[in-house]
Structure formats: C-alpha cells, structure tokens
C-alpha cells in the first residue's frame, strides 16, 4: 500500500483546509485509513480514522465537530476537511494506513498545515 497525501498550506484561524490521500495498492478486510498529525516535541497524534469498507469515522475530541474524514472509493482518495481551524492545529499532517484499531502500517508523506492569526 502506497499513500500520496496534498493539500496543506497556510490559512488563517477559523479558516478551512482540505486534505487528500491518495491510496494505491491492495486494500484488506479491516482496512483503515487515518490522519495523523504532529507538532515539535510532541508525539504522533491520530486525528480522524475511517474504515475503508463501512465509511464509520473515529474522530479525537479536539477536533469532532471541525474535521471531516471521508473516503472515494472509486478514486482512492481519502480527505480530510477541516473547518474552523485553530492556531493548535497547526503541524505536519500525515495520511496513514493499516488494520482498523492498530498503529497503521504504512505511510504517506507529510503534509505542513500552518494556522496563523
């Protein structure tokens, strides 16, 4: 499995971003596709998750009701929309993949999103 993430760039707080992964290879019963994100000094957060073959969505509490993940299927694409961005957002977002639940497995490149004031 291969991940091709785009999409970030410089905004202004409470504005919006949208991100995109692009997955190629073979997908698996379980398979997930997450955003991750992280910040200097700090370890690698999981923002949003969605399973590949339901669409059920996992969010982390800071950003439920701003992030949106959702996945094409017919494309092989995965977004993730975020509204209302905060200056906290800001950091290197990276698509990632694996069995729904774990760590995923493999990984795309990240992705700088700036929120400034």
């Known amino acids: 499995v291969q991940l091709q993430a785009s999409g970030g760039g410089l905004v202004q707080a409470g504005g919006s971003l949208r991100l995109s992964c692009v997955v190629s290879?073979?997908?698996?019963?379980?398979?997930?596709v997450s955003w991750l994100r992280q910040t200097p000094g700090k370890e690698r957060e999981s923002c949003a998750a969605?399973?590949?073959?339901?669409?059920?969505?996992y969010y982390v509490s800071s950003v439920k009701g701003r992030f949106t993940i959702s996945r094409d299927i017919d494309n092989m694409t995965a977004h993730l929309q975020m509204d209302s961005l905060k200056l906290e957002d800001t950091a290197i977002y990276y698509c990632?993949?694996?069995?729904?639940?774990?760590?995923?497995?493999?990984w795309g490149q990240g992705t700088l999103v700036t929120v400034s004031s």
């Open positions: 990632a993949a694996g069995m729904l639940g774990s760590w995923p497995d493999y």
């Open positions: 969605i399973s590949w073959n339901s669409g059920k969505t």
């Open positions: 290879g073979r997908t698996f019963e379980n398979f997930a």
